[in-house]
């Protein structure tokens, strides 16, 4: 074995990891396909990327030093400045020093005669270690449309998550993007400013709230900076560890007054306030959903000037919420833009790519630039592009057809000593808050295996059954569940992605936290360690 712990990946999960083994003495080796850190602020350099949790929520609470030291410019961190924080932690730490860039991992297979981990690079070189932890992400496997004739396309093309290093302009030229999720919200909106032409593709729109995102001063950031014991205690009680929370009542407990004030409150404060912020039963209670709903649409009208694109604008196959809601800074209003055209391609479907552009069913349309804005294979999707083996050689990609089966969404049957940082079933929200958490769990087992001589940890099968019946219990009666989208497993750009899954944990932050430091506080005598 080269080193005790292999991390796969040197985004926000792989950097704090490697930094908490390296504290219990540990050799690690982190493996990156990048050029370097970050992840996801690494990869997503599209223009308009950018935090929609508020910076000062985001960012690592592990060092006071690093705390006071930084400053973040703005409410919503723009990608280039998140990717110089990541940095900075990465030199600050030295952390570089046992990170191996540009090694993409193809295969991990576990060894049960060595008790022990080997992955395999592309380019085949091979590494071994006691522990296997996946810090991978659940959305960073980019996938491309079915389209006909991607390839011949002979202007400038790319994915948002593979956008090039190198500046690139809009200036006079005719664009195109597919895609109107949370990603190419943010692309449309700030490529409409310089394109000669923009031209959105849309098959499904998504409901969008506003992002009111502003510059931070050196006295703001001072008074932050004295926050940060309250900002960090605020995430850790809220339910998806946000600045915000659902409010406690029923949107039934109020006057219509009282709820369209609510509402109002909501839309014009920063942030998720008015998916994460609003009454408790919009996200399970049909009439509750359709009120939220119709005062949204309100504002689409409102904003968009031709009534005729405003409904192409407002969603009728799912309600406010039950997808990931897209933050937006003047998004409606591009589309009263002369230069932006909205095509609706759930009535008149993309046939192919040509040469000079895209050919509907009923246009043809001339380009000098697409942008794929068409998501990722989400949550296992990172996983199943890894040949990841387990014990007598079971493949994970088969252990999982139908559905991942998890245990606090850490471990995996079958799979000893291999850890999932945000893998299925682990409290997403605010990602690097349970990030922080994850990795700190993680590192706990580690060092109670390495105070016990222990050299195998496996979870059991009893565990992973409650485990995985209690995820798909607390997801029973979200409406989210009922809506096809990345949340819910769905990608048909994917095969066998075509069906509705429980792939993410649907309760409580605290209330995972609890569960998992329940298994701690006993001596991890859940699991099988030996």
Request: with cysteine; hydrophobic share 35%; aromatic share 10%.
């Amino acid at each position: 074995m080269d080193c005790d712990a292999i991390v796969i990946g040197a985004g926000i999960s792989g950097l704090y990891q490697l930094y908490r083994l390296r504290e219990l003495g540990l050799k690690v080796r982190v493996f990156e396909a990048g050029t370097g850190v970050g992840g996801t602020w690494y990869w997503n350099r599209y223009p308009g990327a950018r935090f929609d949790s508020e910076s000062y929520s985001y960012g690592y609470s592990f060092s006071q030093e690093l705390l006071d030291e930084w400053h973040w410019t703005e409410h919503f961190s723009p990608q280039p400045q998140t990717f110089k924080y990541l940095n900075y932690v990465a030199d600050k730490f030295d952390l570089r020093r046992d990170i191996q860039f540009k090694s993409r991992v193809a295969a991990a297979h576990y060894s049960e005669a060595t008790r022990s981990w080997e992955i395999t690079l592309e380019d085949g070189r091979r590494h071994g270690a006691r522990f296997l932890i996946t810090a991978i992400g659940p959305l960073s496997a980019p996938t491309m449309p079915r389209i006909e004739g991607i390839d011949t396309f002979e202007g400038q093309s790319c994915h948002t998550a593979r956008w090039p290093h190198e500046p690139v302009g809009f200036e006079g030229k005719r664009v195109a993007v597919i895609g109107t999720g949370a990603t190419g919200v943010q692309t449309i909106q700030e490529v409409a400013k310089t394109a000669g032409t923009l031209t959105v593709f849309q098959r499904t729109p998504n409901w969008c709230a506003p992002l009111h995102n502003a510059r931070i001063g050196e006295e703001e950031m001072r008074e932050i900076r004295s926050r940060y014991p309250e900002i960090f205690e605020r995430c850790r009680e809220t339910f998806a560890c946000f600045l915000h929370t659902p409010d406690p009542r029923a949107t039934s407990e109020v006057t219509p007054e009282e709820r369209e004030a609510l509402f109002e409150k909501l839309y014009d404060n920063r942030g998720f306030g008015m998916w994460q912020g609003n009454f408790r039963d919009i996200l399970v209670d049909r009439k509750a959903n359709a009120l939220v709903s119709d005062f949204v649409a309100r504002k689409i009208r409102q904003r968009v000037k031709d009534p005729k694109v405003a409904e192409m604008l407002i969603p009728r196959n799912h309600g406010f919420g039950t997808r990931r809601v897209p933050l937006e800074t003047r998004y409606y209003e591009v589309y009263n833009q002369p230069n932006v055209t909205l095509v609706d391609i759930s009535r008149t479907p993309i046939e192919r790519i040509m040469p000079t552009g895209i050919k509907t069913s009923d246009s043809e349309y001339e380009f000098d630039m697409i942008i794929y804005a068409t998501g990722f294979d989400a949550i296992t999707g990172s996983f199943d592009r890894i040949d990841i083996r387990g014990a007598d050689g079971l493949r994970l990609k088969d252990k999982w057809k139908g559905g991942p089966k998890t245990w606090l969404g850490v471990q995996v049957e079958g799979f000893p000593n291999m850890f999932m940082v945000m893998g299925p079933h682990t409290a997403l929200g605010n990602i690097p808050r349970s990030i922080e958490y994850n990795v700190e769990w993680v590192t706990g087992l580690i060092r109670h295996m390495r105070e016990h001589g222990l050299t195998r940890a496996e979870c059991r099968p009893e565990g992973v059954k409650a485990w995985t019946e209690h995820v798909k219990a607390l997801g029973e009666g979200l409406l989210s569940n009922e809506i096809d989208s990345w949340m819910t497993g769905i990608n048909r750009n994917v095969d066998g992605k075509e069906t509705r899954i429980v792939a993410r944990y649907s309760g409580s932050a605290p209330a995972y936290r609890a569960r998992c430091d329940e298994v701690a506080a006993n001596g991890y005598r859940e699991m099988a360690l030996s």
